[in-house]
Nanobody
Framework: QMQLGESGGGLVQAGDSLRLSCVASGPAFSTYTMGWFRQAPGKEREFVSFINFNGRQRVYADFLKGRFTIARDNPKNTVYLQMSSLEPEDTAAYYC????????????????WGQGTQVTVSS
């Protein structure tokens, strides 16, 4: 059983950068694909990015336009989401996830979730 814990959220201004971290506890972190989703109030949870077990495959949502970067440090059991040029539309709770089956864009296909960290971007 994997447990995930996110940190790094906060209140920032438009144009700022922020780095989210997700620490995993449990066996075999280095074998899991890790992902990030976000959910704004009243909206569906949406896919942001994922990184495969060894970091060689990284996939991003089209709407990001290159502003976010996902990375992982397997010895530290940690996955990161570096966010830059933040916009008010990026305001959401950001969730870390592990291990998916089927369509990675569907949050229902991921097996493990963290509690989320809030990111608020003011204009």
């Amino acid at each position: 059983q994997m447990q995930l814990g996110e940190s790094g959220g906060g209140l920032v201004q438009a144009g700022d950068s922020l780095r989210l971290s997700c620490v995993a506890s449990g066996p075999a972190f280095s074998t899991y694909t890790m992902g990030w989703f976000r959910q704004a109030p009243g909206k569906e949870r949406e896919f942001v990015s994922f990184i495969n077990f060894n970091g060689r495959q990284r996939v991003y949502a089209d709407f990001l336009k290159g502003r976010f970067t996902i990375a992982r440090d397997n010895p530290k059991n940690t996955v990161y989401l570096q966010m830059s040029s933040l916009e008010p539309e990026d305001t959401a709770a950001y969730y870390c996830a592990a291990a998916f089956h089927g369509d990675y864009r569907d949050h229902r296909n991921w097996d493990y979730w963290g509690q989320g960290t809030q990111v608020t971007v003011s204009s």
